[in-house]
């Protein structure tokens, strides 16, 4: 696998606005670092004057038309997601940042497959929010930009940067909406980027840092304070041997760090005993490919290879703090791939929680070795659905690239729900194939059941998808391969260099419209 290298990292203080009088007498210093953010939108015919958004009007009829003035004079119109940075204009807002909207309202675009009208307002709010903290000030105000909850994702998700073990970094910034406008809406917003941000801080954190039983107790702490309605079982060694997850013990057995099976609910449904939707994530904290090691170049990425596990435990962190009425199981299978004495060797034959026999030809194959147990334990819980995520493969890398994720289903109903959810948020999703022919491909083994890796070197993420059906029996499985996803260099431009935590978003407005279809 080829993977970029990456940069560090910072922080943001998200808080929520009440009403507030745009004029103030006496400014205190705290006024003084203050910003904001106003939309304008691009012309919608060559002789036309750019239109602010309405709240761009409002304050440029407060400075008595002089924010229109001097954008007039600064230079060209402003495009898409660019901005422009004014001083001086109002007493309570030293610095005024106006950003590029491009076209009003230009809903979905079928070609992109995402609203690219929310799209363009959270890299737009981002670059704002950008300008404010390279100003250093600690307080910004945001058009809601006529979409309150795309605003505030772009301001939250922008402003994000890991740093918690620099001594230098960048200013905090308090993020909040100007005016009186929808606020339950941009909280929504606020809500799914912290989940998202959270994803990324567990992904982006040194794996001597970021051990499994780290992950745990994380993740643990993370639900307690969303909500009451959540229980945590962190299941230490003994309990998987007592389980038979003989492919998930494989891949344990060669580091010294001791693997954990993380298991938590959240019980949202009016009706206790209501079904739950199933959430698997892989949770290799570290990944050095083991006996079947990989080159060093980048190898340090392989912190995020938990990324699976980090991305559905966030989403069902958010859920719970937007108490949705459904009820949800995480399984996270944590552990270290290391090489070591003990560990799986090339032509092993391991056993999983089945009964099936896995060929182990490849250990730098783990991720599907640990997520088979965990998929066959899914079941006990008589789930509505499972989807399970994991950054499997290189392949789907080479694939897709960091475009979308890769979604194998056996549910076309499934993967219409997960992509209509993607739509929404502009992290998206693509349907690979499950095809039988992969299946043979792995099904046609010398000494098991069942090969870790396909018989040909084509289509690995394909093979990887088939490996994971012969431990799925329900009709309604997804599995998301989000390697090519994991990092991000500058193609999303909301998010900084670095790991993504893609795609817990579309992960949570799943789970919200599922929430909403359901009652």
């Not at 958004?53 to 898409?80: C, H, M, Q, W, Y």
């Not at 941009?186 to 840092?209: D, I, K, S």
């Not at 980048?298 to 958010?318: E, F, K, P, Q």
């Not at 219409?416 to 194939?433: C, H, N, Q, Y």
Request: glycine share 10%; charged share 25%; aromatic share 8%.
């Amino acid at each position: 696998m080829i993977w970029q290298p990456l940069s560090a990292a910072g922080r943001v203080v998200v808080r929520r606005l009440g009403v507030r009088r745009l004029w103030s007498r006496g400014l205190s210093s705290a006024d003084m670092t203050k910003g904001l953010i106003l939309g304008i939108y691009s012309k919608d015919k060559e002789d036309d004057v750019p239109q602010f958004t309405s709240a761009g009007e409002n304050f440029d009829k407060l400075v008595a038309g002089k924010l229109r003035k001097t954008l007039d004079i600064s230079g060209p119109p402003l495009k898409t997601g660019k901005t422009r940075i004014f001083y001086g204009l109002h007493q309570d807002f030293p610095s005024v940042v106006v950003v590029g909207l491009g076209k009003r309202a230009p809903g979905v675009h079928d070609q992109e497959n995402w609203d690219e009208g929310k799209e363009n307002i959270r890299a737009a709010v981002a670059a704002g929010c950008r300008q404010v903290q390279d100003l250093e000030l600690s307080h910004v105000e945001v058009d809601p930009c006529g979409d309150a909850q795309a605003a505030a994702e772009g301001a939250v998700l922008g402003l994000y940067e890991y740093d918690e073990l620099k001594q230098k970094k960048k200013t905090s910034v308090l993020a909040e909406l100007y005016g009186s406008g929808d606020h339950e809406a941009w909280q929504r917003g606020v809500l799914f980027a912290l989940g998202q941000n959270l994803a990324r801080r567990l992904m982006e954190t040194p794996a001597n840092e970021m051990t499994p039983t780290k992950f745990a107790e994380i993740i643990q702490e993370k639900l307690r304070n969303a909500s009451p309605k959540t229980e945590v079982y962190i299941r230490p060694k003994p309990w998987i041997e007592e389980q038979q997850m003989g492919s998930f013990l494989s891949v344990a057995k060669g580091s010294e760090e001791p693997p954990v099976f993380l298991e938590i609910h959240y019980t949202g449904s009016p009706n206790t005993g209501d079904a739950p939707v199933v959430f698997v994530g892989k949770g290799i904290t570290f990944d050095s490919g083991g006996i079947s090691i990989k080159p060093s170049a980048n190898m340090d990425l392989m912190r995020a290879d938990m990324g699976g596990a980090a991305t559905v435990c966030s989403a069902i962190v958010s859920a719970a703090k937007l108490d949705l009425p459904i009820n949800i199981v995480g399984l996270a299978p944590l552990c270290e791939n290391m090489p070591s004495g003990k560990a799986n060797k090339p032509g092993d034959v391991v056993r999983a929680k089945n009964g099936k026999t896995i060929q182990v030809d490849n250990t730098d194959a783990e991720g599907r070795l640990i997520l088979a147990d965990a998929l066959c334990y899914a079941h006990t819980f008589n789930p509505k659905l499972i989807i399970n995520a994991a950054t499997l493969t290189g392949a789907m890398d080479i694939a897709l690239g960091s475009g979308a994720t890769g979604v194998f289903t056996n549910s076309s109903w499934l993967w219409k729900k997960l992509f209509e959810a993607s739509i929404d948020t502009g992290d998206r999703v693509w349907r690979m194939p499950l095809f039988e022919h992969y299946t043979r491909q792995v099904v046609d083994c010398q000494l098991a059941d069942v090969n870790n890796i396909g018989k040909y070197r084509s289509a690995g993420a394909c093979t990887a998808a088939a490996f994971l059906k012969e431990f799925v029996t329900h009709p309604k499985w997804a599995h998301l391969d989000i390697a090519g996803v994991m990092t991000n260099k500058d193609e999303v431009p909301y998010l900084r260099k670095g790991m993504t935590g893609r795609p817990t978003r579309t992960l949570i407005e799943f789970l919200h419209r599922f929430s909403q279809d359901s009652h």
